[in-house]
T-cell receptor
Framework: KNEVEQSPQNLTAQEGEFITINCSYS?????LHWLQQHPGGGIVSLFM???GKKKHGRLIATINIQEKHSSLHITASHPRDSAVYIC?????????FGKGTHLIIQP | DAEITQSPRHKITETGRQVTLACHQT?????MFWYRQDLGHGLRLIHY???????NKGEVSDGYSVSRSNTEDLPLTLESAASSQTSVYFC???????????FGQGTRLTVV
């Protein structure tokens, strides 16, 4: 069973700061997912990646397959980025999830 | 637009009652999943299906069942609801293991 660890568990930052959330996993995978969940809300897929780097607006995700590690970066953070960010790794029987990083961006 | 919907969004039920949570997707995905989300545990897999008439147990399947009679729907049934099953339940679907997963909005279930 793949073990997925995220850090930090909680992060509070000021508006405009550069944010980094880390994810490591124990077993080789076909794809890694970054998800976003707003308080009381549903889960939205931000990225799915199997190698290299992807960028969408102010969000950047990178993965290092050899080191079994991925990072999610947010540039020029904004209060609307406040949410729980969840890393998940894909397998034949669905996704295995980290416990999430609770991000708060203060104005 | 294709979507995945869950109903109801909120449900309160009594211990011992049978409860069914609905999940309907219009992506025409073969893979469908049910997860529960609890503080301190993150999301955990309850049951999953690769297609019609196929169902499989996940990590926390005890007390739950699913059926897959068509591509669009994967209802989750709690045979005899217990307080330990108070949770938020998410349904998800995907085309295959190498594609993006789409999630429903969640069902908050309270067993009293």
């Amino acid at each position: 069973k793949n073990e997925v660890e995220q850090s930090p568990q909680n992060l509070t930052a000021q508006e405009g700061e550069f944010i980094t959330i880390n994810c490591s996993y124990s077993v080789g995978i076909s794809a890694l997912h970054w998800l976003q969940q707003h308080p009381g809300g549903g889960i939205v897929s931000l990225f799915m990646l199997s190698s290299g780097k992807k960028k969408h607006g102010r969000l950047i995700a990178t993965i290092n397959i050899q080191e079994k590690h991925s990072s999610l970066h947010i540039t020029a953070s904004h209060p609307r980025d406040s949410a729980v960010y969840i890393c998940a790794v894909g397998g034949a029987d669905g996704l295995t999830f980290g416990k999430g990083t609770h991000l708060i961006i203060q104005p | 637009d294709a979507e995945i919907t869950q109903s109801p969004r909120h449900k309160i039920t009594e211990t011992g009652r049978q409860v069914t949570l609905a999940c309907h997707q219009t992506w025409n995905h073969n893979n469908m999943f049910w997860y529960r989300q609890d503080l301190g545990h993150g999301l955990r897999l309850i049951h999953y299906s690769y297609g019609v008439q196929d169902t499989n147990k996940g990590e926390v399947s005890d007390g739950y069942s699913v059926s897959r009679s068509n591509t669009e729907d994967l209802p989750l049934t709690l045979e005899s609801a217990a307080s330990s099953q108070t949770s938020v339940y998410f349904c998800a679907s995907r085309e295959n293991m190498n594609t993006e997963a789409f999630f429903g909005q969640g069902t908050r279930l309270t067993v009293v």
